[in-house]
């Protein structure tokens, strides 16, 4: 079983991230206030705890997660080739649509870390929500 160990939206397209404990996610919107949470393949992203600290380590810097500008943080769940999996997190359920390629914007936020996110998944998934709910930091996630 892993963990939900963060929890962000964008209230614009290239604003910060901003972290909160919990959030409503929602089947027409996504991780609340986020400006990207319409349906879709791309709803929500999700992001691997450990995946991202090899990413930073490659780098030999400790990042913070919300650089890489997903929505949900989580630990001790493999994110890795689960491309039409579906992911629970405390009550909500998302479909994995996709691997999340990381962009040039990564690179605005620390040099290298595009290249660093690249391999095995590292950047994360993309996801649409199935069931929606409320989420809380400390939920448990795992994959179904």
């Not at 810097?61 to 890795?80: C, E, G, K, M, Y």
């Not at 689960?82 to 914007?105: A, H, S």
């Amino acid at each position: 079983m892993g963990i939900l160990k963060g929890i962000g939206y964008k209230l614009v397209k290239y604003g910060p991230v901003i972290t909160c404990e919990k959030a409503f996610v929602g089947l027409q919107t996504g991780v609340e206030r986020d400006v990207r949470g319409l349906p879709g393949k791309r709803q929500v992203t999700v992001l691997s705890e450990e995946a991202f600290k090899e990413a930073s380590d490659e780098l030999g810097t400790a990042l913070p997660w919300t650089l890489r500008r997903a929505n949900l943080l989580i630990s001790d769940v493999s994110l890795r080739e689960t491309k039409g999996r579906q992911l629970q997190i405390g009550d909500i359920i998302l479909e994995i649509t996709g691997e999340t390629d990381p962009c040039y914007r990564m690179d605005e936020q620390h040099e290298g870390l595009k290249a660093a996110l690249n391999p095995d998944w590292r950047g994360g998934v993309t996801c649409r929500v199935i069931q929606e709910g409320t989420i809380r930091l400390g939920d448990e996630a795992k994959l179904l």
